[in-house]
């Protein structure tokens, strides 16, 4: 294991909490080299939705790459780009009622916030962003600035500006929109007018904290009557992670531009797109680019994996079921436990515990790892366990990790008594 300590950057961050090396994946489950097992509750922080290494899409690819299908295509037509357009259109759009149009961006989550960031400003010619307590849309310096997190933040090296912060739903129990409401209608507030707001629906890194839907609702009003773009930053929250493939879908709700990376290519490969609507449309040719926005691999597999799962409300049944599950299995854990846990966040299959302190959350996780579980933690102080599995994960699965989970937590518990005793 040295080459990796002596060889990569100390930038290097989960291997820490779970330093093993894995050679094999499926499904939930992470394998190492010596036969350790692993479900895997983190899934690519929500890049590997349909599990790892699916067979259905790795049929797909297979077969692709076999026929030497384009791999590298800059951002030129081809038959597998062609193909995942027409399923986004047909299968997911089009239903919902959105007319979109779709930016392939650089092939990452920040490259797609970057993009949305810089249309919205090009489009309303204004420069200041609206973003939330604990939001986090990435690293780069655009997509940092809108993000909440001191410890990304600190890596900036330089100001971070063109954002205007705002307490999201339910933050220190301050009405942050009527804040902004007030502050818009105000000449001398000193609020710029902001070209955008940008928001997660569930904070995905930010603790799993939910926007309402009269919250939501309200904000989509106040954007619209001053004329601000709003972008849901549906990247970690989409693709099916809340129970619809979109997060705002039960708000009723059609954002101006939405970001989707993450699990959007399917297989775990990178792929990131805008969609925003027709009107938007204003970029020059060429205007944001980026080499890598044609990985017609990720083609294959998004629109394989889009056809596979969207196209009835099965999949969207058993999100539900798992999730139902999972709650149903941690409620007793918060009454058992009120001088650990604080509460279950999130929704559908974006769920954790929140517990009183990081260093519990911490001390759990390290115990399921111990029993063969990989789960991280979120939030402002790393207090929200969160169980990120596959959506693809199996019944009985489920029931294993909760039980594994369980264990671990009767065991901390037991040993920090120990400990006082
Ligand atoms: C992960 C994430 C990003 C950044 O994506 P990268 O691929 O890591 O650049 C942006 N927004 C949200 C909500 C995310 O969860």
């Known amino acids: 294991m040295n080459i990796f300590k002596d060889q990569e950057s100390n930038v290097q961050c989960y291997a820490r909490n779970f330093p093993v090396v894995f050679n094999k994946a499926k499904g939930s489950w992470l394998y190492t ?6 479900l895997d509750f983190l899934a690519g922080a929500g890049a590997l939705n349909y599990g790892h290494n699916n067979s259905v899409l ?3 690819l297979m077969d692709y790459i076999d026929a030497d299908g384009l791999t590298h295509g800059l951002d030129m037509y081809s038959e597998a780009k062609g193909e995942f357009l027409t399923q986004l259109n047909q299968t997911i759009l ?8 779709v930016q392939f961006t650089g092939p990452t989550g920040t490259n797609a916030v970057e993009a949305a960031l810089k249309l919205a400003r090009k489009v309303t010619g204004r420069h200041s962003i609206v973003a939330f307590t604990n939001g986090f849309h990435g690293v780069s310096y655009g997509a940092l600035a809108a993000t909440g997190n001191q410890h990304h933040r600190g890596g900036a090296g330089m100001p971070l500006q063109g954002v205007t912060r705002l307490p999201y739903d339910g933050y220190a129990d301050i009405d942050g929109l009527a804040l902004f409401e007030t502050m818009l209608n105000d000449n001398s507030s000193g609020m710029d007018k902001p070209a955008a707001v940008i928001l997660e629906v569930v904070q995905g890194e930010g603790g799993l904290n939910v926007a309402s839907t009269p919250w939501l609702q309200k904000l989509d009003k106040i954007c619209k ?9 549906d990247i970690q929250a989409g693709c099916g992670r809340t129970g619809h493939f979109f997060s705002f879908e039960p708000a009723g709700i059609k954002p101006d531009m939405v970001t989707l990376s993450k699990s959007i290519g399917g297989y775990g490969l990178p792929m990131a797109i805008v969609l925003f609507r027709p009107e938007l449309d204003q970029w020059l040719p060429g205007e944001h680019n980026g080499t890598f926005r044609g990985n017609n691999h990720a083609f294959v597999t998004a629109a394989k994996a889009i056809e596979t799962y969207w196209r009835d409300a099965q ?7 798992r999730a ?8 007793p854990l918060l009454a058992r436990y009120p001088g650990h846990f604080d509460q279950i966040k999130g929704r559908g299959l ?3 515990i929140a517990c009183h302190d990081g260093k519990f959350a911490h001390q759990v996780a390290r115990a399921c790892f111990e029993s063969g579980i990989v789960i991280e933690t979120a939030g402002p102080d790393d207090e929200v366990l969160k169980f990120f599995c596959p959506l693809t994960i199996t019944e009985e699965e489920m029931d294993q990790g909760i039980q594994i989970f369980t264990d671990a937590v009767e065991r901390t518990i037991a040993s920090l008594l120990k400990k006082a005793s």
């Open 225 to 233: 009557q001053h004329d601000i773009l709003l972008i849901v930053d």
């Open 350 to 352: 974006m769920q954790g």
């Open 33 to 38: 080299a010596d036969g350790e097992e692993y």
């Open 58 to 60: 790795k049929k797909a």
């Open 94 to 101: 089009k239903p919902r009622g959105l007319d979109y149009k």
């Open 315 to 321: 999949f969207q049944l058993h999100i539900q079921a």
């Open 324 to 331: 139902e599950q999972l709650t149903a299995a941690l409620e």
